[in-house]
């Protein structure tokens, strides 16, 4: 798609482009290719045939859908201020043979609109995508309100729903058309599009509901979702670096669970661990726990993630160092854990 | 053209009197189903019996027998605890063999308090929170238009249900959108569960609050069989590029004395005694 991104650019009062690293909302775009890439992703499920139809609560530059309104605006619907009426009219819409995707905030789609998404999506098995974007901890000082690390617990605990955290726009790409007609509803979570990326187009490993298995390790083996895929594959260079046998697999479908991968890696190595921007109840360490649990697998597993508190005001990568939920704390968290006399035998 | 394939009506008094006769069958058959609950929302179904048997036997485009075609109009209820009036009614359509109605809510049967799509043929979409079905509704009404089809859609929508935030948020959106085949109908009986609705939370001047929002209004006493037809089939058959609310005036409870002054019967059981005392009001239809 030939978009014409030059329009993105503020000009000043002289009607020429301001000083690099001046931005405003709809140059922010140009910053995040990975909410760029939606909007073309979205765009190109339409160019393949898909009746799909995007709707947005006054987001289309937060969230890259500008680039599908320039493409396609006859499927795109914009609903002002109103997230759980997006996701009701949404509904209404699939009833009529349509395949909408909802797209906002993880904080206010997932929360926000619970309720809504479950009783009009999920109990009614509507195909309806909800796509969650800035989930986690990812809008730093913006707080509290624009976070979001409560959204898998909910989303995975709604009958009938989907629940998928691509580690990047490739990998998103690649899940959302591999769901592009599944018949029921799907929650994506993504970060704020400026995650480095895991992976290459055209990567055969992305398959729905099937966890990527990077590399399984003899002392340990991390596994992460979303945003917590490439620190967690940093943190396992470090280890190794080290001397530790480290694996990472990333578990991008939570829901339904690749309960196999789960099993490989709990009889090949010593000590699990689990790396989500999520609190560590209830999203994918929950999800991982409860799984040993079910299969009597009596593996060490540390949760990380943000313990059941609300985030400190800082930069993104501020409060990622401080949650040590980049490379070097993954890195951090898992050697205390496999020095920790937790994992008994033969820990280096 | 009438909704239903039964024996043509020839005359609009004819039609007139078939939907009087089926807004008494939805009062009894209500009455009858709630026996089997042992509990059920009285009074908020017979205030809308005339409304229901208005748009599904005069003013809905039906095929009999044939719940899921795509060119039907759709008919969504927001104030899904009614749904004891609509069950009878989908089965009179050929919708579902009507002897589930005598299994109503016991285990494994589909008919529950509140309608669920996914069980019950002939529900255009499932209900039971209040709010969300006019953004529902506004969907169907946009897909419509997206997909080149030509069908309204109809919002059956409680006063109470209007203290909801979605309602607005929804009718912004279908104002501003000017979405013609979409029309709400609000059952004005006056009542939520604990009491007027004006004294719990005001919603008046409720027609000024939807002409401020884009919307057309018209105002029916919503027992009166001739008056709402006349109002349905004429929204129906007119193109406005703007989404009608039709206020429809109603009293809680209609038909039955006791359940009309009294707004605790929003939901009860009545003991057999009582049961056959209500009957056999219903049926002297006096009131009428």
């Keep these: ?348 | 053209m009438p909704a239903s394939e039964g024996a043509p009506l020839t005359t609009s008094s004819e039609l007139v009197e078939r939907i009087r006769e089926r807004a008494q069958f939805v009062r009894l058959e209500t009455v009858r189903l709630i026996s089997i609950a042992k509990t059920g929302h009285y009074s908020s179904t017979f205030s809308c019996a005339e409304i229901l048997a208005t748009l599904y036997y005069g003013v809905l485009r039906l095929r009999r027998g044939d719940p899921a075609w795509a060119d039907r109009d759709r008919f969504v209820m927001g104030k899904g605890h009614a749904a004891v009036g609509l069950y009878p009614i989908l089965a009179d359509h050929g919708f579902f063999d009507p002897e589930l109605l005598d299994g109503y809510t016991r285990l494994g049967n589909p008919l529950g308090d509140h309608p669920d799509m996914t069980k019950v043929p002939g529900c255009d979409f499932s209900s039971g929170s209040l709010g969300h079905n006019l953004s529902v509704g506004l969907g169907m009404a946009l897909g419509a238009r997206m997909t080149g089809r030509d069908f309204d859609v109809y919002a059956l929508l409680g006063d109470g249900e209007l203290h909801e935030g979605q309602i607005w948020e929804a009718a912004a959106a279908a104002g501003h959108y000017g979405v013609g085949n979409l029309v709400a109908i609000v059952d004005r009986n006056g009542y939520c569960l604990d009491g007027k609705v004006d004294d719990i939370i005001a919603i008046e001047p409720l027609a000024d609050r939807w002409r401020a929002f884009g919307w057309e209004v018209e105002e029916v006493d919503g027992h009166d069989v001739p008056a709402l037809l006349d109002t349905l089939l004429r929204i129906r058959d007119r193109e406005i590029a703007k989404p009608t609310a039709v206020i429809a005036h109603t009293v809680k409870g209609k038909g039955v004395g006791f359940m009309e002054r009294d707004f605790g019967w929003h939901l009860g059981w009545l003991a057999e005694q009582d049961e056959a005392a209500v009957v056999r009001e219903l049926k002297d239809e006096k009131w009428i």
């Design chain 1, 1 to 348: 798609m030939d978009l014409n991104t030059e329009s993105l650019i503020p000009l000043g009062a002289d009607g020429r482009p301001m000083a690099e690293g001046t931005w405003h909302i709809p140059s922010m775009l140009l910053k995040s290719p990975g909410l760029l890439a939606l909007g073309e992703q979205l765009g190109a499920l339409v160019d393949e045939g898909r009746p799909v139809v995007v709707l947005t609560p006054d987001l289309s530059y937060s969230n890259g859908l500008w680039a599908f309104r320039e493409s396609h605006p006859d499927r795109y619907l914009q609903l002002g201020v109103s997230e759980q009426n997006s996701v009701s009219v949404a509904a209404g819409l699939a009833t009529t043979g349509l395949q909408p995707y909802v797209t906002g905030f993880a904080s206010f789609l997932a929360l926000l609109c619970c309720e809504q998404i479950r009783t009009d999506l999920a109990y009614t098995q509507q195909p309806v995508r909800l796509v969650g974007h800035h989930s986690g901890i990812t809008f730093g000082f913006y707080g509290t309100s624009h976070h979001a690390t409560e959204d898998i617990a909910i989303m995975r605990s709604i009958a009938n729903m989907t629940v998928v955290a691509p580690a990047d726009h490739v990998a998103m790409g690649a899940l959302m058309r591999a769901y592009a007609d599944h018949p029921l509803p799907v929650y994506f979570r993504m970060g704020r599009g400026r995650e480095p990326l895991v992976y290459q187009p055209g990567d055969e490993r992305i398959q729905p509901g099937k966890a990527i298995v990077h590399s399984l390790g003899d002392d340990l083996t991390i596994i992460a979702t979303g945003t917590s895929v490439h620190p967690s594959l940093v943190a396992a260079e470090e280890l190794r670096g080290a001397g530790y046998s480290v694996g990472v697999i990333d578990m991008h479908t939570i829901k339904p669970l690749d309960v196999a991968a789960i099993r490989a890696a709990a009889e090949r190595s010593r000590g699990l661990m689990t790396v989500e921007e999520h609190n560590v109840y209830g999203g994918l360490g929950g999800a991982v726990a409860e799984t040993l649990t079910d299969h009597g697998i009596g593996v060490p597993l540390l949760r990380h993630g943000i313990r059941d508190e609300y985030a400190l005001i800082g930069p993104p990568t501020h409060l990622y160092r401080h949650y040590r939920l980049d490379g070097p704390g993954v890195a951090e968290e898992a050697r205390a854990f496999l020095t920790s006399g937790r994992i008994t035998s033969d820990a280096r």
